[in-house]
């Protein structure tokens, strides 16, 4: 019998927040969707009695309030996406340090628990950031999950470690939870997350998700509230970003359904301790 976390998470942030997309400066000028999708998902966690963990954009967090209070009270994790989603790299430390103190501020005036958990915006930590690792471990966060173990056309980190596992910097350290993949052919790649679950037949994500649990690995999915929103307004794009944003939209939904009837979902920070266990020790 399986007994590895299959967890959910979700990127709060809205269709044109990207920044290969649109300039933060200028997203106070589209329609602001972020319920639409937020809400649908939502609904099919409650009607299954599913959890999952809320990366919160503090940008969104301060114009919809009562959505991070409605996700806290539904039993769900709340948790940090940064501030403005602009890479790491590109903002630097003191930008770094002042969006995710304001971020982690915004969240724990809200819902009045701690948050111990972070996600960088387009995956944009590698492992020779340390000054991340150090800020996230000055700030209180226990785990983060940014490092994704694959080069992709946007972002990714081909040589980090794919399963959790723990982060020394400063004299402390931070579980680090990668969003899950396998490899098919001598090939890394991921088992279902943004794109990748929209783009995959419904048999493969699912195919992905037994195989790790069948061999006793932990899943980590992700998605975004955008994604179950295929009425959104469609941006300018180039060609390939905007075959990247749509494809498989009209899909989603019907696939998350099934997804979130199917495996018993649950909050990162409800499995910390096993993916603690995962990486070698707690942190006690
Ligand atoms: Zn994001």
Redesign the pocket.
Known sequence: MNCQPVVLTV?V?DYFMSPESIAFEQWSSFEDRVQVGLNRLLDMLSTCGRTATFFFLGYVAERHPEAVISVAKAGHEVAV?HYW?QPYEQIGKARFLEGLRRTKGILEDLIGTKVIGHRA??WSVRRDMPWVFEGLLENGFQYDSSLFPIRTYLYGDAGAEPEPHWLNFGGGRILEVPPSTQTVFGRRIPVGGGFFLRAYPLGMTRWGINRRLRSGRSVVLYVHPWELDPGHPRLQLPTKLAWIHAVGLNRLGRKMTELVKQYEFTSLRNSLSRFEAIAGGTNA
């Open positions: 990127d942030e996406h989603h915006p387009m």
